[in-house]
């Protein structure tokens, strides 16, 4: 177009932008490049109607969840966070020993991957334009796989639940068989795959017909053998340490159950969802038995240091050619948003971080410290049976005690629902302490800490006195604890 045929001043004129002396259309303000005075201000609007967080929960999500957080006295306002760390509006910090759900690995906002993400979207990359191969993914990919040697390509999803899907696809595809075993107390997700080798009737009921699935105890090598003789079976899906009451399995089950698994031709799926990225003092968690490799591996939460949903699974490259066996099934399986720029960056981050930062080895050994010094405790208190867990997952289970009016006590509680002595010492963990936990599992008198990676003897020692603080209240046979404990049990006759 020549310089000077006026073109440009009548596109601008009309709303449409400038162009430059060659031609060129020049960056405006027009759709999709404007700030603030477009009428979007996210922290004038967050200023004006944050207030309203919990009622407009009640109004359009799920209804039950301000409920329950009123009802514990959970319903806290946070006002920011860093690292292991939450403060209210009155500046009081909160440890976090939750990490939410396993997902803030790194703890909140770490540098280097909020960095990350500012580079990649001031990149302004064509990304996901589904008929290119963007190196991101690649990249990640490639740094993923240093980790698990033996296996050879990546699928990336947007969560723990579709990294189990694909795995439970692939297998099937890979094996041509339909059944998928799992064990019992397993979490592997919700969606309708996931869920059907979830091994809690609590999720499960109400959603079937599930997938064909059949569940063994954990460590039951006899049960596993048994079902394997049918000849139909895909895979055994199994969770290195189980996040339902953190359980691990027995010493060389995970190695003998691959060794049956192949005999018979069918496939380990490790779920490493929660377990990986360091969470149990190894990279993955399945790595702490020697001779196991898995012929699949799912991953997620941690994965993008909790800004991004972002899951993967990993396998061999088999698996891979059979489920893309040609070029007419090149999205025979695939996701919308799987494999996107802010996703596959904040993973490099996060992956250069654990490397730089030595973060495995410091969940070793904070784990080691805060899982010792936990343990003394059991002899300490009768309330207290075990402390269990690899790393910084941890599970701290209570049980009947041997004194009268303590046990009493006890069977009030066990009679109106399993789980509620465990709930009395998670809400005065964060009540009066400030300390954020969860219990582990729907009636299960287990706490489960899953801190970030990133804590230690400052954060080990916090906590280690609160809980005791917690057990010498439960102990002194009275006092606000077991006041709440009545209260929880009115909730729970109530809601029967």
Same mark, same amino acid.
């Given at each position: 177009?020549?310089?000077?045929?006026?073109?440009?001043?009548?596109?601008?004129? /009309?709303?449409?932008?400038?162009?430059?002396?060659?031609?060129?259309?020049?960056?405006? *303000?027009?759709?999709?490049?404007?700030?603030?005075? /477009?009428? $979007?201000?996210?922290?004038?609007?967050?200023?004006?109607?944050?207030?309203?967080?919990?009622?407009?929960?009640?109004?359009?999500? =799920?209804?039950?969840?301000?409920?329950?957080?009123?009802?514990?006295?959970?319903?806290?306002?946070?006002?920011?966070?860093?690292?292991?760390?939450?403060?209210?509006?009155?500046?009081?910090?909160?440890?976090?020993?939750?990490?939410?759900?396993?997902?803030?690995?790194?703890?909140?906002?770490?540098?280097?991957?909020?960095?990350?993400?500012?580079?990649?979207?001031?990149?302004? @990359?064509?990304?996901?334009?589904? $008929?290119?191969?963007?190196?991101?993914?690649?990249?990640?990919?490639?740094?993923?796989?240093?980790?698990?040697?033996?296996?050879?390509?990546?699928? %990336?999803? =947007?969560?723990?639940?579709?990294?189990?899907?694909?795995?439970?696809?692939?297998?099937?595809?890979? @094996?041509?068989?339909?059944?998928?075993?799992?064990?019992?107390?397993?979490?592997?997700?919700?969606?309708?795959?996931?869920?059907?080798? =979830?091994?809690?009737?609590?999720?499960?009921?109400?959603?079937?017909?599930?997938?064909?699935?059949?569940?063994?105890?954990?460590?039951?090598?006899?049960?596993?053998?048994?079902?394997?003789?049918?000849?139909?079976?895909? /895979? $055994?899906?199994?969770?290195?340490?189980?996040?339902?009451?953190?359980?691990?399995?027995?010493?060389? %089950?995970?190695?003998?159950?691959?060794?049956?698994?192949?005999?018979? !031709?069918?496939?380990?799926?490790?779920? #490493?969802?929660? @377990?990986?990225?360091?969470?149990?003092?190894?990279?993955?968690?399945?790595?702490?038995?020697?001779?196991?490799?898995?012929?699949?591996?799912?991953?997620?939460?941690?994965?993008?240091?909790?800004?991004?949903?972002?899951?993967?699974?990993?396998?061999?490259?088999? +698996? %891979?050619? !059979?489920?893309?066996?040609?070029?007419?099934?090149?999205?025979?399986?695939?996701?919308?948003?799987?494999?996107? /720029?802010?996703?596959?960056?904040?993973?490099?981050?996060?992956?250069?971080?654990?490397?730089?930062?030595?973060?495995?080895?410091?969940?070793?050994?904070?784990?080691?410290?805060?899982?010792?010094?936990?343990?003394?405790?059991?002899?300490?208190?009768?309330?207290?049976? #075990?402390?269990?867990?690899?790393? &910084?997952?941890?599970?701290?289970?209570?049980?009947?005690?041997?004194?009268?009016?303590?046990?009493?006590?006890?069977?009030?509680?066990?009679?109106?629902?399993?789980?509620?002595?465990?709930?009395?010492?998670?809400?005065?963990?964060?009540?009066?302490?400030? +300390?954020?936990?969860?219990?582990?599992?729907?009636?299960?008198?287990? +706490?489960?800490?899953? *801190?970030?990676?990133?804590?230690? #003897?400052?954060?080990?020692?916090? %906590?280690?006195?609160?809980?005791?603080?917690?057990?010498?209240?439960?102990?002194?046979?009275?006092?606000?604890?077991? #006041?709440?404990?009545? @209260? &929880?049990?009115?909730?729970?006759?109530?809601?029967?």
């Amino acid at each position: 177009m020549p310089a000077g045929d006026g073109s440009g001043v009548a596109r601008a004129a /009309a709303g449409r932008g400038r162009w430059d002396r060659r031609g060129h259309r020049e960056r405006s *303000p027009g759709p999709g490049t404007r700030g603030p005075a /477009a009428g $979007f201000d996210l922290r004038a609007l967050l200023a004006e109607r944050g207030a309203e967080r919990y009622e407009l929960h009640s109004r359009y999500l =799920n209804h039950q969840l301000p409920r329950m957080l009123r009802t514990l006295g959970f319903d806290k306002v946070y006002e920011r966070a860093e690292g292991a760390y939450f403060w209210d509006a009155e500046g009081h910090d909160y440890l976090d020993m939750l990490a939410g759900f396993g997902v803030m690995g790194l703890g909140r906002h770490h540098p280097v991957v909020r960095q990350a993400l500012h580079d990649v979207l001031d990149a302004s @990359t064509a990304d996901l334009t589904r $008929f290119d191969c963007p190196p991101l993914p690649g990249l990640l990919a490639e740094r993923l796989l240093r980790h698990a040697p033996h296996l050879d390509r990546v699928f %990336f999803g =947007n969560s723990g639940s579709e990294a189990v899907e694909t795995a439970l696809k692939f297998a099937r595809r890979a @094996t041509g068989r339909p059944r998928v075993l799992y064990c019992a107390h397993a979490f592997h997700g919700l969606t309708t795959g996931s869920l059907s080798v =979830n091994g809690e009737a609590g999720f499960r009921d109400g959603f079937g017909p599930l997938l064909p699935d059949t569940a063994i105890e954990l460590g039951d090598l006899d049960a596993l053998e048994r079902e394997l003789r049918r000849g139909d079976v895909a /895979a $055994f899906v199994v969770e290195p340490v189980q996040g339902k009451g953190v359980h691990t399995p027995p010493p060389g %089950f995970l190695y003998a159950a691959q060794e049956l698994l192949h005999r018979h !031709k069918a496939l380990l799926i490790a779920d #490493e969802v929660q @377990t990986g990225m360091g969470r149990t003092g190894a990279f993955f968690a399945y790595q702490h038995e020697d001779g196991v490799e898995p012929d699949l591996v799912c991953l997620a939460k941690s994965l993008s240091g909790g800004y991004v949903p972002v899951g993967a699974t990993l396998g061999k490259d088999w +698996i %891979f050619k !059979k489920v893309y066996s040609s070029m007419d099934r090149v999205l025979v399986h695939s996701t919308s948003f799987g494999g996107g /720029a802010q996703a596959m960056a904040a993973g490099l981050a996060v992956l250069a971080v654990m490397e730089d930062e030595q973060i495995v080895a410091n969940a070793r050994l904070t784990g080691e410290l805060l899982r010792s010094r936990l343990a003394a405790l059991v002899g300490r208190y009768e309330l207290l049976h #075990e402390v269990r867990g690899r790393g &910084l997952m941890i599970g701290i289970e209570f049980g009947r005690p041997a004194s009268l009016k303590l046990r009493s006590r006890w069977a009030m509680l066990q009679a109106a629902r399993k789980g509620l002595f465990a709930q009395m010492v998670v809400v005065p963990l964060l009540r009066r302490h400030r +300390i954020l936990t969860q219990v582990s599992g729907d009636h299960m008198e287990v +706490i489960k800490l899953i *801190p970030p990676l990133i804590i230690g #003897e400052r954060e080990v020692d916090r %906590f280690v006195t609160a809980f005791t603080s917690v057990m010498d209240d439960a102990h002194a046979g009275g006092g606000l604890m077991w #006041e709440f404990g009545r @209260t &929880l049990m009115k909730q729970a006759v109530a809601n029967r």
